[in-house]
């Protein structure tokens, strides 16, 4: 059974986000709140919002901004290349779950060695928020699923259409944007996506 994980796109308010997340939170394991353009104030509102809202304060992951997701004793912090070091926010933060977004199997070996409980790996498709870069090959993530011990979780143009090529690549789960986000309908995009990596059946069981 596959992970789930499900990241803002910087194109919602904090409100129209915990909105959406209030109602798709019970298919995610992980919800992350990515705003790059926005200062800890900003990004501890979207905290707020979705505490408000009832989403489990250990679902939330805070990307880049350790100190709001230490402040607010949410579940995590994705780290990216130009973040804080791995081991050091493990070291000073060790109750938080920490995740590292890689773009190499070099990078994943080194963020498993640094203490990331687990990797984003992508971009696998095509996707408007990578225009002109070429995604990576499905070949280039069951490569790093079977080299590393941490959950290669992919992500990049992933959505219920496609999840499945890279679940059956072995990647450990999906996380995804636009594709429930910006979606007619997040909560059906929500639950197809669950029924793919997630193996829940239509009624709400397991596969």
């Known amino acids: 059974m596959g992970a789930l994980h499900f990241i803002s796109t910087g194109r919602q308010t904090a409100d129209e986000f915990a909105a959406i997340c209030a109602r798709i939170h019970p298919y995610a394991d992980a919800i992350h709140i990515r705003e790059k353009e926005k200062t800890a104030r ?16 250990q ?5 880049d ?8 004793g949410v579940g995590g912090v994705q780290i990216a290349y ?14 938080l779950t920490v995740g590292c977004s890689v773009h190499s199997l070099t990078e994943a070996k080194q963020a498993e060695e640094d203490g990331a409980h687990f990797c ?8 408007a928020s990578k225009p002109g870069l070429p995604p ?15 959950p290669v979780i992919a992500i990049g143009g992933i959505h219920a259409g496609n999840a499945c090529r890279v679940m059956e690549a072995g990647a450990a789960g999906v996380a995804v944007l636009s594709a429930v986000f910006l979606a ?5 995009e929500a639950r197809r996506l669950a029924q793919i990596v997630k193996g829940e059946r239509k009624n709400g069981g397991t596969l």
């Open 136 to 150: 990576r090959s499905i070949d280039s993530l069951r490569e790093m699923a079977a080299s590393v011990c941490i």
């Open 120 to 127: 984003l790996y992508g971009h696998m498709f095509p996707t």
């Open 82 to 95: 130009h973040s804080l070091p791995v081991r050091a926010v493990r070291r000073s933060f060790p109750d």
């Open 42 to 57: 900003e990004v501890a509102e979207f905290v707020t919002a979705l505490l408000y809202t009832g989403v489990p304060p």
């Open 65 to 72: 901004r350790v100190d709001v997701a230490a402040v607010f």
């Open 184 to 188: 007619p309908d997040p909560v059906v």
């Open 59 to 63: 679902k939330i992951i805070v990307n």
